[in-house]
């Protein structure tokens, strides 16, 4: 039986880690938990995890922002599934949660963007979650 769990500790973003690799490769473990500290610090980031049996097999990062376009809003920042573990609802089941924790929260828009070459995570937010594509993500490296 999946359950879901706030992730608040050191050793629980560590634990996430992993999985979480999988979606930001570029990430060491020391950069993955620095970030995380910062992000939680001081933009209200949080972690999530879905465990089936003891073993966390998907991850969401999400955080509050405010807008003039969307006001006060929810931005999804990650969701990763872990590979051996797709197509079993668990991604679904994580994007519910934020849902109902936005909606617990006072917010009425979620928000998030997905790499141009993820084409089955566009079809999973469209399709089967109902997330219309509004925009496209600009980004330049200074």
Not at 34 to 49: F, Q
Not at 60 to 83: A, E, H, K, Q
Not at 106 to 116: K, P, V
Request: aromatic share 12%; hydrophobic share 40%.
């Amino acid at each position: 039986m999946s359950s879901i769990r706030d992730l608040s500790t050191e050793a629980d973003w560590l634990e996430a880690y992993p999985v979480m690799k999988q979606l930001r490769n570029h990430l060491t473990p020391e950069r993955f938990l620095e970030l995380v500290k910062e992000a939680a610090a001081t933009e209200g980031y949080r972690l999530a995890a879905l465990y089936e049996e003891g073993k966390i097999v998907a991850i969401t990062g999400f955080m509050p922002m405010l807008t003039l376009y969307n006001g006060r809003f929810i931005w999804v920042c990650d969701l990763v599934t872990d590979s051996n573990e797709r197509s079993k609802g668990y991604g679904e089941k994580l994007l519910s949660y934020v849902e109902k924790w936005a909606k617990d929260h006072g917010y009425d828009i979620i928000s998030l963007s997905s790499g141009l070459q993820r084409q089955d995570a566009h079809r999973f937010y469209e399709d089967k979650m109902e997330y219309e594509k509004k925009s496209f993500v600009f980004l330049k490296e200074l």
